[in-house]
């Protein structure tokens, strides 16, 4: 049968009229005898007694319940219990339900399962959990005797407040927890009674403590379960970064208040602390299980590599996939990589390579996670990264860390390295104090010098000496070691490098890390990790499909010029944007004071406006309309400058030279590309990923039929009588085939454990930036020298004074 409270996410109640019947009619077969029933004895003399005190757990046939209309609370309506007062002056309270669901006396049942479900049922109907209590066996393990009891039954747990040490006891943190175990006496005997089962020989329906009614119902055991769509629905959130609880809340309002949700927080908290325990120490193993099966489906496009510690620990792992693979082979002239830190509970630093795609938005390659930021690593990481790609980039952009540095230079020799500019100018504020580095005009200029990529290496030198002596640092450090790097992080002497531009973009692959920083949480294991880093390549990956779709549409124009019209042809959205800016400064910010003329060349000399009318020289080659600018715009960024649209526009050429439009900033950059793919998932995907993009349709599928509907009151009903039918077919089956039960209900979202023939193990926790000791403040550690203060009543430093002593409490 369906659990209680599986119930659906657009407030439709489980059950219809009929299926209520059927319950009762479950219930009164029960009734196998009456009170004129043969009473059967059981001898105790031979039976030893076994006490199994097993707390309720959740069963596939949970299903006893009031069924309600749309709107109604999901569970059933309990009246208010009986109070009486016994004759020793006692409260207690009798449950007040309709008589078919009371136990009584001589009542037969063909399993105790079946007696246990009956008297749950009588419990839920009344306001009280039960569990299965002590029972009796003969010396053939048969069971002969059995007790289910209320779940607030037996004696309280005394926990850990009773401790050896009376002063330990007092100054110990004990976690504040309470029992709902009471001494009710409420409960049923079972004995066994051959072909007929088991018969109740003993029934008590008074409880000592108050019943659940009204909203508190929702609270007991019985009415409580994480559904399989509720399963689903956390594990999604958590892919996006939602946790347990903000997931609870999310469904609160999904199925209108929080009665309805059919589980409280507390039980979505767990499901999710379950699938962490599933993982356990089959995180490693898992995680390159699954790698095997992608690379297995994409007929070996899945390129993926680890490496372990002599342990067995997992200490490197990199993975990519057969578009990032293309994407590289397109966009892969500059690559830069950044460890970031904090993205899962092993501290593994997360190295994801990141490139610049024909939207000028951040592509990723690859990505990897490492145990340590030193050389071995890195030499490793960057040795894997060329195996898969096939080939070393032009050049690659990271932070200072010497161990990238040097790994680059032994791994990657013919691979140029720059540093990262924003790393280097994000340090201002720290390396030359808060005043000047709040100083706008300072700040100004010295950019201007830094960022400057028209200026020539001598420009940029004569810029920094200039602006460092106009304010004094001539003797800060700091300044002195950048001045003495400067071939590695100043534009000025990029100038052999191609596509050098896309440095500019300082924050690029700041941008990169702080983008995966929205999908990943500390504590997440390797599992989690990596489902949540398909969720943001996903993301990634269906923007880009977007900017494809508006780069077919036609922008407006602001020139009449027809090579503007041809560059709107050729290349995407945002490249077109950037052109368009160079032909409208050709147009209105340059002049041509000077020009020269050969035979099959023609020479201007160019005066820039917009750079404080300095001088270009630009030629043109009339039989093959071959355009060369002296500042080199090209070659940085890969389209023309608008010195080249000025000098093309005088020689009325009137389309942009094919031999100057690089397919990386077109639209069809990657159309053709063999490696790429429709982003669906193919046909012969894994069972899980088939299940979740069915279910994803058939979701669609509803709602569209919703949307239909729209606010018709007799469609509703219709669409209502069409889902109970269809539910009514499917319990059918579901009791069948039969459901896991609630200790393996995190398994579905874990898998199969491997086999593990590698004996991988778990990386061990690392200690990397960040997750070391902290800094402690000038205070505390004065605090920390002078030493713990001493309490003058008993001469103890354990955290308390002469007011909090614990003795003043005897």
């Known amino acids: 049968m369906e659990h209680v409270n599986d119930y659906n996410w657009i407030g439709l109640p489980r059950y219809s009229s009929e299926y209520k019947e059927g319950i009762k009619a479950f219930v009164e077969k029960a009734f196998v005898g009456d009170s004129d029933a043969p009473h059967i004895e059981s001898s105790d003399s031979e039976h030893s007694f076994i006490d199994s005190d097993d707390e309720c757990g959740e069963t596939d046939e949970d299903s006893l319940h009031e069924f309600g209309t749309a709107g109604e609370s999901l569970y059933p309506k309990v009246p208010a219990p009986r109070v009486a007062v016994t004759p020793s002056g006692d409260k207690v309270w009798i449950p007040s339900c309709d008589d078919v669901y009371k136990p009584r006396t001589n009542q037969h049942f063909q399993t105790l399962e079946d007696a246990f479900i009956f008297y749950r049922e ?139 949700v059919g589980a409280t927080v507390s039980d979505f908290k767990n499901f999710a602390r379950d699938v962490k325990l599933g993982i356990g120490e089959n995180d490693a193993s898992l995680i390159i299980d699954k790698f095997k099966l992608r690379r297995k489906l994409s007929k070996d496009k899945f390129y993926y590599d680890y490496k372990t510690d002599r342990e067995g620990h997992l200490t490197g792992l990199f993975w990519t996939d057969a578009i990032s693979q293309a994407n590289y082979e397109i966009f892969g002239d500059i690559v830069s990589f950044d460890p970031t830190f904090r993205t899962n509970k092993y501290n593994m630093v997360f190295v994801p390579f ?103 290496p001598l420009e940029f030198e004569e810029g920094w000496s200039s602006v460092i002596s106009e304010y004094k640092w001539q003797d800060n450090k700091w300044m002195s070691d950048m001045f003495r790097r400067r071939k590695s992080w ?37 599992v989690e990790f990596y489902s949540s880093f398909e969720s943001a390549m996903d993301k990634q990956r269906i923007r880009t499909v977007e900017d494809d779709k508006n780069s077919r549409k036609t922008p407006r124009m602001e020139t009449p010029l027809r090579i503007e019209k041809d560059a ?70 890969g389209y023309l400058c608008c010195h080249a649209f000025a000098a093309l526009q005088q020689c009325g050429i009137h389309t942009i030279p094919r031999q100057f439009i690089k397919a990386r900033w077109t639209k069809d950059a990657l159309k053709n590309h063999t490696s790429i793919g429709s982003l669906e998932t193919p046909s012969n995907c894994d069972k899980p990923e088939r299940t979740k993009i069915k279910l994803t349709r058939a979701w669609f599928e509803f709602e569209s039929c919703l949307d239909l509907v729209g606010d018709d009151e007799d469609k509703l009903d219709m669409v209502r009588l069409l889902l109970r039918d269809m539910e009514s077919k499917l319990q059918n089956d579901s009791e ?40 402690k403040s000038t205070r505390e550690i004065f605090i920390q020298s002078k030493g713990q203060r001493t309490c003058s009543i008993c001469n103890k430093t354990e955290g308390h004074n002469a007011r909090t002593c614990p003795t003043l409490k005897k």
């Open 568 to 637: 709107a042809r050729v290349y995407t959205l945002a490249l077109y944007y950037r052109v368009r800016e160079e032909i409208k400064n050709a147009c209105f910010h340059t002049s041509m004071p000077e020009i020269t003329q050969t035979d099959d060349s023609r020479v201007f000399m160019c005066k820039d406006e917009i750079l404080n009318g300095k001088i270009f020289q630009v030629s043109v080659k009339r039989s093959t309309n071959d355009v060369e600018c002296s500042c080199k715009f090209f070659n940085r960024y």
């Open 490 to 526: 100043i534009p000025a002497y990029f100038s052999d490098i191609d596509m050098a531009g896309l440095l500019r973009t300082t924050s690029r692959y700041e941008s990169s890390n702080s983008f995966f920083q929205h999908f990943h949480e500390r504590g997440d294991t390797l």
């Open 736 to 775: 069948q085939d039969g459901e896991p039960g609630q200790a393996h209900r995190a398994d579905a979202f874990i898998g199969p454990l491997p086999l593990n023939e590698e004996g991988l193990r778990n990386p061990n926790i690392s200690k990397n930036k960040g997750s070391g000791s902290r800094i």
């Open 122 to 260: 009588y419990g839920r109907q009344g306001g009280f959990d039960v569990r299965k209590s002590g029972q009796k066996s003969n010396r053939s393990g048969n069971v002969v005797s059995k007790k289910i009891m209320c779940n607030c039954g037996g004696t309280p747990d005394p926990g850990k407040s009773k401790l050896k040490d009376d002063m330990a006891a007092e100054s110990s943190q004990v976690r504040k927890t309470t029992s709902r175990r009471c001494e009710c006496e409420a409960h049923i005997v079972l004995k066994a009674a051959g072909l007929r089962g088991f018969v109740i020989m003993s029934f008590v329906e008074d409880h000592n403590h108050p019943l659940a009614v009204g909203a508190e119902n929702m609270f007991l055991r019985c009415n409580r379960k994480v559904s399989k769509s509720q399963q689903n629905f956390i594990m999604d959130c958590s892919r996006a970064k939602i946790g347990a609880t903000r997931a609870y809340n999310l469904a609160k309002e999904m199925v209108g208040s929080y009665e309805n």
């Open 354 to 456: 990141t490139g610049v795609d024909n939207h000028w938005k951040n592509v990723t390659f690859g990505a990897s996670l490492i145990a340590k930021e030193d050389y071995k690593n890195f030499k490793w990481l960057i040795n894997t990264f060329k195996r898969a790609m096939g080939h070393a980039p032009t050049c690659a952009i990271t932070d200072q860390c010497p161990a990238i540095k040097k790994a680059l230079q032994i791994s990657w020799p013919h691979t140029k390295h720059r540093l990262c500019m924003w790393h280097i100018m994000n340090k201002l504020p720290s390396k030359l104090g808060p005043r000047r580095a709040t100083d706008k005009v300072f700040m100004s200029k010295l950019k201007s010098v830094v960022y400057s990529d028209q200026s020539s």
